[in-house]
C-alpha cells in the first residue's frame, strides 16, 4: 500500500457492515486512524477492534449525535476526513408512505449529510483542510424505481448539497464530493435478495456484474487523498456503466 492516508483521522458514519466498513477498511490500509459511528453496536464495535480504531454509537438524524461523532474523531488524534455513508432505504410505494416514514428516510439519508457537515467544519475550518465525501447514489440523481420515492429525493438532495457546501467551505481548504454507486453487492443485498433478482440486476450492467463495496471504496479513498486535492462539488458515479444505455439492447458480443 501507497499509505496515502498515513497521520490522518478519519471519521466514517455508516461503517459497522457493507460499504461504510470497505471504506474504513481501505482508509486503514492506507494509514489512516478510523473512527466507526454506526447505530449497530455489535458489528460497528467489531469493525473498529479489526481495525484497531474507535467506535461511537450514533444516529446521525440527531444533531447532538453528530456533534458526539465529530468530538470522538477529536479525542482519537483530529478530524481530516469525514465520510457520511449512513442512510436507509425502505421500499414504499408514494401512494403508502407516511409522512413519518418520509421524515425518517430524509432524516438519516439528507438531514444527516447536513448535521455530519455542519459539525465537522467548524474543526476543519480551524485549520483550513479537510475533505468531506457524501454517499449519494444514481437513485434519485440519475435513474429511480417504483417504491423508492423518499429515497430518490433524499439523494438527490445529497447532490445537491454538495454542491452548496463545496461553493461554501472552498475557502476553508475543505473538499466536498460525493460517491453515487449504482447496485452494490453488500451483505445486505445478499440477505434480503433472492438470486433470481440479483442476476437481472447483473444484466442491466454493461461490465455483468454489480459492484463490490471495495469499488466504493477505492472512489472514497481516491476523494480523501492528497490526488483530489482540486476536485470539489461534484460525485463520482461508480456503477459498471449501468445508468448509460438507452435501453435494454445495449450488449455487443464481441
Same mark, same amino acid.
Given at each position: 500500500?501507497?499509505?496515502r492516508l498515513d497521520g490522518r483521522v478519519a471519521l466514517v458514519i455508516g461503517a459497522a457492515r457493507g460499504i461504510g466498513e470497505a471504506i474504513a ?5 492506507? =494509514? ?17 477492534k479489526r481495525l484497531n480504531g474507535r467506535f461511537i454509537a450514533t444516529n446521525i438524524s440527531r444533531e447532538d449525535e453528530a456533534n458526539r461523532a ?6 482519537? !488524534? ?44 467548524? @474543526? ?23 417504491? @423508492? =420515492? ?6 438527490? !438532495? ?16 475543505i473538499t466536498v464530493n460525493g460517491i453515487e454507486p449504482g447496485n452494490i453487492l453488500t451483505e445486505g443485498m445478499k440477505m434480503h435478495r433472492s ?60
Amino acid at each position: 500500500m501507497t499509505k496515502r492516508l498515513d497521520g490522518r483521522v478519519a471519521l466514517v458514519i455508516g461503517a459497522a457492515r457493507g460499504i461504510g466498513e470497505a471504506i474504513a477498511a481501505r482508509f486503514h490500509e492506507e =494509514g489512516a486512524k478510523v473512527v466507526i459511528a454506526d447505530t449497530e453496536v455489535e458489528a460497528g464495535e467489531a469493525t473498529a477492534k479489526r481495525l484497531n480504531g474507535r467506535f461511537i454509537a450514533t444516529n446521525i438524524s440527531r444533531e447532538d449525535e453528530a456533534n458526539r461523532a465529530v468530538q470522538a474523531a477529536l479525542d482519537f !488524534g483530529g478530524l481530516d476526513i469525514l465520510v457520511q455513508n449512513a442512510g436507509i432505504y425502505p421500499w414504499t410505494l408514494i401512494e403508502n408512505t407516511s409522512p413519518e416514514e418520509w421524515d425518517s428516510v430524509l432524516g438519516v439519508n439528507l438531514r444527516g449529510t447536513f448535521l455530519a457537515a455542519k459539525a465537522a467544519l467548524p @474543526h476543519m475550518r480551524a485549520k483550513k483542510s479537510g475533505r468531506m465525501i457524501f454517499t449519494s447514489s444514481i437513485t434519485g440523481p440519475r435513474v429511480t424505481s417504483p417504491g @423508492h =420515492g423518499h429515497y430518490s429525493a433524499s439523494k438527490a !438532495g445529497i447532490n445537491g448539497f454538495i454542491k452548496s457546501a463545496a461553493l461554501e467551505f472552498a475557502g476553508y481548504g475543505i473538499t466536498v464530493n460525493g460517491i453515487e454507486p449504482g447496485n452494490i453487492l453488500t451483505e445486505g443485498m445478499k440477505m434480503h435478495r433472492s438470486a433470481d433478482f440479483i442476476r437481472t440486476m447483473e444484466e442491466a450492467v454493461p461490465m455483468g456484474r454489480l459492484g463490490t463495496p471495495r469499488d466504493i471504496a477505492n472512489a472514497a479513498l481516491f476523494l480523501a487523498s492528497d490526488d483530489a486535492a482540486y476536485i470539489t462539488g461534484t460525485t463520482i458515479i461508480v456503477d459498471g456503466g449501468q445508468t448509460l444505455p438507452e435501453g435494454k439492447d445495449f450488449k455487443i458480443t464481441p
